[in-house]
């Protein structure tokens, strides 16, 4: 049993296919199918189960899959800070963000931390949802994700950085862009732009309105907060979406945002595999980022 036999045996649970996993390595399926084998006779069980559309582990693989997952990441990160431990202030901090994230959350702290750290390498990795953050982390080198903290999620740790209110978006011109705020009641039957389908932000929302008894109708959705309120701002549908930093904009532009008091904050932070495990470097930056979050006081 190598420890290359599981990486591909994780990799082929996590991608249900044999021969998607050969196109990511570079390989054949015979030589994925190799791998796979060489861990059953040594286990002397059964991994895998063929069906009709790819495979899935059995239950000795899921307890195999689960115990290699960990063992990887922990030694991915080990290396990890060994390296950095050899390099000094010459290392990388590895981070997944939303496509709005950088701009909202960090823009600030990262000139921040690249003064006080001019030779640390940062890398941002766009994913689309708060989901694929979180198979990011487990797949790769990553040392941190910026997520919207929903369901915990096994091998993972959520921080919470701040919490967002939600406000109505609309145009100068809409009839409720004068008010202070609305009430969730007022919402019904509003017509709006939908979020993200199938991101944490939007079943955050849902469930929210689920239990205030409130419901949506939607003329349109989008793939990320900025666009809800770019069309919003051009008065093509008003959009409830998460009051962003430095989107406090009374009076200024064709925007205006109106608070929904009744509708339970957005939580936002950080992901990791192991606090206790993360370089001094991605901790720094994770606390950089956490210190210029922070609302005005």
Do not use: Y
């Amino acid at each position: 049993m190598t420890l290359d036999d599981l990486r591909v045996f994780v990799a082929v649970c996590r991608a249900g296919s044999l021969s998607a996993v050969a196109r990511d390595l570079g390989c054949t399926q015979s030589a994925v199918s190799q791998h796979v084998k060489r861990l059953e006779r040594e286990t002397g069980v059964g991994l895998l189960e063929r069906q009709p559309r790819g495979v899935v582990p059995t239950q000795a693989g899921r307890v195999l899959e689960a115990a290699a997952a960990e063992g990887i990441a922990g030694l991915d990160l080990a290396l990890r800070r060994l390296r950095e431990l050899v390099d000094g202030e010459s290392g990388s901090v590895r981070v997944a963000t939303g496509a709005t994230t950088v701009r909202h959350f960090m823009s600030e702290a990262v000139v921040a931390f690249r003064r006080q750290h001019p030779h640390v390498s940062l890398e941002f990795r766009t994913e689309s949802s708060s989901r694929a953050c979180f198979d990011a982390l487990a797949d790769s080198s990553l040392d941190l994700a910026w997520i919207t903290l929903g369901a915990p999620a096994r091998g993972v740790e959520q921080r919470p950085v701040r919490e967002l209110p939600w406000v109505l978006a609309v145009r100068a011109d809409d009839p409720l862009a004068a008010r202070t705020s609305v009430e969730a009641a007022e919402l019904e039957g509003l017509r709006l732009i939908r979020l993200p389908p199938n991101s944490t932000s939007a079943a955050h929302l849902d469930a929210v309105c689920s239990e205030l008894g409130v419901r949506f109708a939607f003329d349109t959705s989008v793939a990320d907060w900025d666009t809800a309120l770019l069309l919003a701002e051009l008065g093509l549908g008003r959009a409830v979406v998460p009051s962003l930093p430095g989107l406090d904009v009374p009076g200024r532009g064709d925007l205006r945002l109106v608070p929904v008091p009744a509708l339970r904050p957005l939580s936002v932070g950080w992901a990791v595999r192991r606090w206790d495990a993360l370089s001094p470097l991605a901790r720094k930056f994770a606390d950089t980022v956490a210190e210029f979050c922070r609302p005005a006081r």
